[in-house]
């Protein structure tokens, strides 16, 4: 999946909108789940309604209230 430049070096990248968070380094086997995720990530930073963690880690994403979405399980 193509990163964002404004989001090179983060994993976990949220919508703060949605409180949904999106992992970067995930690799869905389904080629049609990973063209989600990338169109999901590029209409937050077209927002710019993102958010990132550090540590940059899921446990303080969902710390923060964002929980996980279904498409990087």
Known sequence: ?????????CRFVGDKRSQ??????????????????????????????YATFGPDELPEARNRGYRLSRLCR
């Open 20 to 49: 949904i968070v999106y992992d970067m380094e995930s690799e869905p086997a389904d080629p049609a789940v990973a063209e989600q995720i990338a169109g999901a990530v590029a209409d937050i930073v077209a927002a710019q309604s």
């Open 1 to 9: 999946m193509d990163i964002p430049r404004e989001l090179a070096g």
